[in-house]
């Protein structure tokens, strides 16, 4: 079952993922607050790195996009956590969710320079977002027995 992708580009850096960050940075529909928290995190990124941020955003989502995902099924009155292999546009949306929740937990004064930290620790494979997606990992290793449950 495929679903058409309508994301759109954001006006600056003319990226579907800027904007699919965006829509999830999105609190209380300030869409202009948003790109602007997105925007100071890029310019971070560039000051600290001298790389395209793009390139470091890219490279983070990439890095913490897990490959599966663990569902809790329940089979004759047992609950099992059963490993199941994701889509790619599915993790991708994953990535981005651990990416800003791990973001909004760091320490730090303002969420574009949490933000950029989280973005270039994923980048470098460190941080809080892989730290979850080895865990992710972690968990359907140990529960790889149930996965003919699926």
């Known amino acids: 079952m495929s679903r058409r992708d309508d994301t759109k580009a954001d006006p600056i850096y003319r990226n579907r ?3 699919m960050l965006v829509n999830r940075i999105l609190k209380h529909g300030k869409k202009s607050l948003a790109y ?5 995190a890029m ?3 560039r000051r600290e790195t001298k790389y395209n941020p793009l390139f470091i955003l890219r490279q983070a989502i ?3 996009t897990p490959n599966v995902t663990i569902e809790t099924r329940r089979v004759g009155g047992s609950t099992y956590r059963v490993p199941t292999e994701i889509e790619s546009t599915q993790g991708k949306a994953l990535a981005i969710r ?3 929740e791990a973001s909004r937990k760091r320490p730090g004064r303002n969420i574009a320079s949490k933000s950029s930290s989280e973005l270039m620790d994923a980048a470098e494979n460190s941080g809080n977002a892989i730290r979850k997606r080895e865990e992710t990992h972690r ?3 140990a529960n790889r027995a149930f996965a003919h449950l699926r």
């Open 62 to 64: 990439r890095q913490v």
């Open 98 to 100: 651990w990416l800003l």
């Open 36 to 40: 602007r928290i997105l925007y100071n």
């Open 43 to 45: 310019m971070n990124i």
């Open 17 to 19: 993922l800027v904007n």
């Open 139 to 141: 968990m359907a290793e």
